[in-house]
């Protein structure tokens, strides 16, 4: 039995074929890497700062993953490139759909994984080079919570297999 394909949008086919901003940033400032264990895919980002002004100024990413986490690694290295850590920081992964042309339903999850990387590697950036500023939240958000639970799965997971 054939499965109906998923209905991507043209630029999550473009992103796919065609990813920009791909590949491993030997120079990052900072580095997050995020996984799930439900699907198995992985997403690292790398990110370039001017650490005098808080500026993205380069974003890369590695994807072992599907099309949808691909595409949406691809667009949100370009959302942030130029911005200040301040504004990314405010994109969620509606944002990442909407640019993508909307994500399939089922695809959520694969930006919501994209977007909880660049905020853990936001999160790492000031705990290791400088103090939170106010505008960081301590409470996490919906995405990373989304992250951290997939953690906790792989890590249980990980336990039943050692034991
Ligand atoms: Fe796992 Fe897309 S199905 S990231």
């Not at 043209?10 to 990052?28: S, T, V």
């Not at 439900?38 to 099309?67: P, R, W």
């Not at 660049?118 to 919570?145: F, N």
Request: aromatic share 6%; hydrophobic share 40%.
């Amino acid at each position: 039995m054939s499965r109906a394909p998923l209905p991507y949008s043209q630029k999550i086919i473009e992103l796919f074929k065609n990813p920009k901003n791909a590949g491993k940033m030997e120079d990052a400032t900072v580095t997050a890497s995020v996984g799930s264990p439900i699907c198995g895919d992985v997403v690292v980002i790398y990110l370039k700062i001017n650490e005098e002004n808080d500026v993205i100024e380069k974003a890369t990413f590695e994807s072992y993953g599907c099309a949808a986490n691909i595409a949406s690694s691809s667009i949100l290295t370009e959302m942030v490139k130029g911005k200040s850590l301040a504004e990314s920081w405010k994109i969620g992964w509606r944002d990442i759909a909407r640019e993508l042309g909307e994500l399939p339903s089922v695809k959520a999850h694969c930006g919501i994984l994209v977007v909880g990387a660049l905020k853990k590697a936001i999160r790492e950036y000031y705990s290791k080079k400088k103090p939170p500023p106010k505008w960081l939240p301590e409470e996490l958000t919906a995405e990373e919570k989304h992250v951290l639970k997939e953690e906790k799965i792989a890590e249980a997971l990980a336990k039943k297999v050692r034991a």
